[in-house]
């Protein structure tokens, strides 16, 4: 089946913009991750959403980060006042109710701030 | 809270040698350590996981294996091929609480000279 896709896959920007990335979990997954993946750096966590439950929001490493979770499926995470340190890839996982299931992910989208 | 070290961040091996990298880990809360594979402009794919019930768990040429006396946990690839160049991110992630946020280490590039 159809796995996690995020858009765009690469997205450019002039510092002081906002930017939204989208991501669509697997389809019944209840559980979606948005990560943000630096240049040579490991898979930093941002926020975490689970059915109807408030979000886990303390990954999120500024106020100017956001995101939220329409019906249950499509994720959006949104930049506000973009900075160059915010450029990355940015990662969305979905697992099929969260706790103990694996995380699939989705092929990313890469952030570049000039 | 969790901190994930990895070592080493760069391997260079023969086709056909074995391959080890080694995470360790803060938390023994912890309880669950899965190792993605993530090739280049690709995105991270889970190739095995552990559980600490567990001590050893191998899938073909692939094995992982936990001392969580040490919090220490090793990917170990038998008969290296040039297709299993990629980065490996190890992971770990812990009961109780925010048990569904994985927490990364900085991953490991690993390539394969045929």
């Known amino acids: 089946g159809a796995g996690v896709s995020q858009s765009p896959s690469n997205k450019v920007t002039e510092k002081g913009k906002d930017v939204e990335l989208r991501c669509d979990p697997i389809?019944?997954?209840?559980?979606l991750y948005w990560y943000r993946q630096s240049l040579g750096q490991g898979l930093e966590f941002l926020i975490y959403f689970q059915g109807n439950s408030a979000p886990d929001k303390s990954g999120l490493p500024s106020d100017r980060f956001s995101a939220e979770r329409t019906g249950g499926s499509v994720s959006t995470l949104t930049i506000q006042r973009t900075q160059q340190e915010d450029s990355a890839v940015y990662l969305c996982?979905?697992?099929?109710?969260?706790?103990?299931?694996?995380?699939?992910f989705g092929p990313g989208t890469r952030l570049t701030v000039l | 809270g969790e901190n994930v070290e990895q070592h080493p961040s760069t391997l260079s091996v023969q086709e056909g040698d074995s391959a080890v990298i080694k995470c360790t880990y803060s938390d023994s809360a912890s309880n669950y350590f899965p190792w993605y594979k993530q090739e280049l402009g690709k995105r991270p794919q889970l190739i095995i996981d552990?559980?600490?019930?567990?001590g050893e768990k191998k899938d073909q040429r692939i094995a992982v294996t936990l001392n969580k006396t040490a919090k220490h946990f090793s990917l170990h690839i038998t008969e290296t091929q040039p297709e299993d160049s990629a980065v490996y991110f190890c992971?770990?992630?812990?009961?109780?609480?925010?048990?569904?946020?994985?927490?990364f280490g900085k991953g490991t590039l690993l390539t394969v000279n045929p």
């Open positions: 996982a979905s697992s099929l109710s969260g706790g103990r299931d694996t995380q699939y």
């Open positions: 389809s019944g997954h209840t559980a």
């Open positions: 552990i559980r600490s019930n567990v």
């Open positions: 992971a770990v992630r812990k009961s109780g609480g925010s048990n569904y946020k994985l927490t």
